[in-house]
């Protein structure tokens, strides 16, 4: 489940530049007429119905798009338009929502396929951005071939945003690393505060904010587009949006790429049982880095001695927060590890974690620099806000979608057993992947989670990294397993959480033959062109 994209040109679904990378640990931080033939859309249910005809959906005009943050810029090929969608779509003449869309146009109208809808994961990240981005870092080939349209998922940033009006809507805030001595009362005590303050502050409504009805969602863009398929690359948690699409509706998916996956069998209270195991394999990426810049670092000249200092530091931090100069903040363990697990992420933000890490030991041993009182406080500079778009919108529609897609368990000791058994096993996560999250507290889902199934067109392509501390290897393996002869599967000897445009050519040509052909390998591949990291 990632929560930051930060992607420089050449890779694939993007991401943030560096600075609002680190910032996002802190603030959690993706043409025609209507057909004329009536529209099909799937209306929720105790199970995903079969679908029902509705009206058809009014054709999109595009406009200007929303105002930016300060500072930030966008494509001005970019144009946006919103989609009126059903909040309920078991009523589907009833309350309107607004779904925002962006487009940037394909490059040659003769070699135009169609479009190609993108999702940057989350969950809840805003997707209006990402056609811009992503236009950076794909070949002439698949420009000239479709529209990209991006979009905002319902509940998020333009699209309908809500608030449960957090006090502390960040990814320290969320992610709930138990106490120094391994308790979990507090965590308790903060999951229940947050259930609670989503019910009384977004009231009844939130509960339609789902995986599902963004599924369905989606299907009225491409009504509205007036497209009878489209095309679709989800990153992360866009992957099980991606998984839901293609069970809801077999026939209007096109092509679809599937990157740094879910396993749909997980969603979502398992969906963290391989986090503890995926980042003691990915870990030690940073830590060789690290090591190998000992001289000037001093963390330690080991991958061995890095680990061990970097428990040590979280140990220190969890027992006595270390007040930030120039700051009214103090870096505790969880924000520690919390910034560590995003910029494990991606490659390229090694050596930048592996300064974090030398000016966090400075902070705490008092030899901190002015150089390291830089890098701690661009952890605490938070990315200025999106006008029209609450504080806490990310954090809410993470909540909503986390807790409200599938129920979870609600055993208080059993929450606290499993918490110490992941603890003790997996050190570098201390025990947070089995902690108890709001969801434990949540209302009941509005309908059972989407059975993804292997029933459909050959259709999807399947992009995992071995060694990627967010969406682990197992996962993508899970849902190749699920999605069987509808996908293929190729898998890159890399770490991090991005796949696409990271090096290897191997995955770069299987994913540009897939978009630009529909040609999709016969048997599982696994990339070893890349080099070690």
């Avoid at 070699?111 to 999702?119: I, K, T």
């Avoid at 060694?467 to 000897?493: C, H």
Wanted: include cysteine; proline fraction near 9%.
């Amino acid at each position: 489940m990632s929560r930051t994209m930060h992607r420089s040109a050449g890779a694939g679904i993007p991401r943030r530049i560096t600075r609002v990378l680190i910032a996002a640990a802190l603030t959690v931080a993706t043409l025609a007429a209507c057909v004329a033939a009536p529209d099909v859309d799937t209306p929720s249910g105790a199970a995903p119905p079969a679908a029902t005809e509705v009206a058809a959906t009014p054709p999109i005009t595009w406009g200007e798009c929303p105002a930016l943050p300060e500072g930030a810029d966008r494509d001005p090929r970019l144009t946006c338009a919103t989609v009126q969608v059903p909040l309920d779509y078991r009523n589907p003449g009833g309350e309107q929502i607004e779904v925002a869309v962006s487009k940037l146009p394909a490059a040659s109208s003769s070699d135009r396929r169609g479009v190609l809808l993108l999702n940057p994961g989350g969950p809840a990240l805003p997707g209006l951005e990402t056609p811009g981005a992503v236009a950076q870092t794909l070949p002439p080939s698949v420009l000239a071939a479709y529209d990209l349209i991006g979009f905002d998922p319902r509940g998020v940033a333009h699209s309908t945003p809500q608030s449960c009006g957090l006090d502390d809507p960040s990814l320290a805030g969320l992610f709930p690393y138990p106490a120094a001595d391994g308790s979990i009362t507090a965590n308790v005590d903060h999951a229940r505060a947050d259930a609670e303050r989503c019910a009384t502050n977004a009231g009844t409504k939130l509960k339609y904010f789902t995986t599902a009805n963004t599924a369905r969602d989606m299907d009225r863009i491409r009504a509205a587009l007036g497209e009878q398929k489209i095309s679709y690359w989800g990153q992360s948690y866009g992957t099980y949006l991606g998984t839901v699409y293609l069970s809801l509706f077999p026939e209007r998916a096109d092509r679809v790429v599937l990157e740094g996956n879910v396993d749909p069998t997980k969603v979502w209270a398992d969906a963290k049982d391989n986090w503890g195991k995926a980042m003691s394999e990915r870990f030690p990426d940073a830590a060789r880095v690290a090591a190998a810049q000992h001289a000037t670092l001093g963390l330690g000249g080991t991958v061995d001695e890095v680990t061990q200092e970097y428990l040590a530091l979280a140990d220190h931090l969890d027992r006595t927060p270390a007040p930030v100069p120039g700051t009214p903040h103090a870096l505790t363990g969880s924000l520690l590890r919390t910034v560590t697990y995003s910029l494990l992420l991606e490659n390229e933000n090694l050596p930048v974690l592996a300064q974090f890490w030398k000016a966090a030991v400075g902070l705490v041993d008092g030899t901190l620099t002015e150089a390291d009182g830089q890098v701690l406080q661009q952890v605490f500079a938070a990315p200025p806000p999106t006008p029209g778009v609450p504080a806490d919108n990310q954090a809410t529609m993470f909540l909503a979608l986390t807790c409200g897609d599938a129920p979870w368990p609600d055993d208080v000791g059993e929450y606290a057993r499993r918490t110490a058994k992941d603890r003790a096993a997996w050190p570098l996560t201390a025990g947070m992947p089995a902690n108890i999250w709001a969801c434990a507290f949540w209302p009941e889902p509005v309908e059972e989670p989407v059975r993804v199934t292997g029933k459909g067109p050959r259709n999807t392509l399947i992009l995992q990294n071995r060694r990627d501390n967010a969406t682990p290897w197992e996962d993508g393996l899970g849902l190749y397993k699920v999605l069987g002869k509808r996908a293929a599967f190729v898998g890159a000897e890399n770490g991090g959480h991005y796949v696409y445009g990271q090096g290897s050519t191997c995955v770069d040509e299987a994913t540009v033959a897939f978009l630009t052909t529909g040609r999709l390998p016969d048997k599982k591949v696994v990339c070893t062109d890349v080099a070690s990291k």
